[in-house]
């Protein structure tokens, strides 16, 4: 079974960084995109970034500059690097392994997904 487990979040004050990674089991993510999402409390799943098959990476305006996306495929093992956190970037962020290697910004071209990790950036 293709397993997804996210971990490096936690509490940061605004101003902070935090990495997030995402490791997989299951499935050998070489040749799927790596997708990060995020949902805040009463709000949709929304679009954080992706990298597709070959390395290029593409982010939502809300976190452009900020966010850095990036893989490991020896690791089988995607990361999100997040700096100058701000209270809106609160939310739960979830990684997810795409059905194809060319990268999407929407959900449902993602066939897996992790658990998520809570980031909280408090002001």
């Known amino acids: 079974q293709v397993q997804l487990v996210e971990s490096g979040g936690g509490l940061v004050q605004a101003g902070g960084s935090l990495r997030l990674s995402c490791a997989a089991s299951?499935?050998?993510?070489?040749?799927?995109?790596m997708g990060w999402f995020r949902q805040a409390p009463g709000k949709e799943r929304e679009f954080v970034a992706f990298?597709?098959?070959?390395?290029?990476?593409y982010y939502a305006d809300s976190v452009k500059g900020r966010n850095t996306i990036s893989r490991d495929n020896t690791k089988n093992t995607v990361y999100l690097q997040m700096n100058s956190l701000n209270p809106e970037d609160t939310a739960v962020y979830y990684c997810a392994l795409g059905r194809t290697g060319s990268g999407s910004r929407r959900s449902e071209d993602y066939a897996y997904w992790g658990q998520g990790t809570q980031v909280t950036v408090s002001s």
């Open positions: 990298i597709n098959w070959s390395g290029t990476t």
């Open positions: 299951g499935r050998n993510i070489g040749y799927s995109a």
